[in-house]
């Protein structure tokens, strides 16, 4: 199994930029989580959908974060702008109802905002 | 709402002995899953083992083990045989499951484990 996979690994924007980053969840998998991970805040929720559909995204911090997922294998966070303050290694996870409830996660995105 | 506390912001241990790190949760609910994550310097987020709140007996996956006490909240892990490929930041995780469907991961603050030669 290829397991999840995030792209990009790594990237340095400056303030103001677009950010989208991607994933491509555990193929079968029907829940998809997006994480964001600081020093400050640890591990957190941002967004997660089940069969496509955002089941809860109040993890998000505000309007300039965006994520959709348009089918099953594939799934888009955006920050437009983006700020320094959102520099953070992102994580898309996957997971499968009825296999333990194990999430399974990506290699993370590394993003710096200088 | 639920949390996750880790108490040891860093432990380290000598290779080939045993090391234990803690955590406690705050629910209210009766039905949830408890997870162990290990983050090595990579930053891949890697389950190490699981646990069923409806299960008494103790999850077991070769050298690591979990201490689950339901009443008391606690949901420590046991690594038994330290290896140098155990350090790593671990993380204890909480999930509650709304409906019996797959609910959100809460965190702990991590423990930083250094295994020394």
């Known amino acids: 199994d290829a397991g999840v996979i995030q792209s990009p690994r790594h990237e340095v924007t400056e303030m103001g930029q677009e950010v989208t980053l991607r994933c491509k969840p555990i193929?079968?998998?029907?829940?998809l989580f997006w994480y964001r991970q600081t020093m400050m805040r640890g591990l957190e929720l941002l967004i997660y959908f089940n069969n496509n559909v955002p089941i809860d995204d109040s993890g998000m911090p505000e309007d300039r974060f965006s994520a959709k997922m348009p089918n099953a294998s594939f799934s888009t966070l955006k920050i437009q702008p983006s700020e320094p303050r959102d520099s953070a290694v992102y994580f898309c996870a996957s997971s499968q109802q009825g296999s333990g409830n194990t999430i399974y996660f990506g290699e993370g995105s590394w993003l710096t905002v200088v | 709402a639920q949390t996750v506390t880790q108490s040891q912001p860093e432990m380290s241990v000598q290779e080939a002995e045993t090391v234990t790190l803690s955590c406690t949760y705050d629910?209210?609910?009766?039905?949830?899953?408890l997870f162990w994550y290990k983050q090595p310097p990579s930053r891949q987020m890697i389950l190490v083992i699981r646990?069923?709140?409806?299960?008494?007996q103790n999850a077991t996956e070769n050298r690591f083990s979990v201490n689950f006490q339901k009443a008391a909240k606690s949901f420590s892990l046991k690594i038994s045989d330290s290896q140098l490929g155990d350090t790593a930041m671990y993380f204890c995780?909480?999930?509650?499951?709304?409906?019996?469907?797959?609910?959100?991961?809460?965190f702990g603050q991590g423990t930083t484990l250094q295994v020394k030669p």
């Open positions: 193929s079968g998998h029907d829940y």
């Open positions: 995780a909480f999930m509650k499951l709304p409906s019996g469907n797959t609910g959100k991961l809460i």
């Open positions: 646990q069923e709140a409806y299960k008494q």
């Open positions: 629910t209210s609910e009766n039905n949830y899953y």
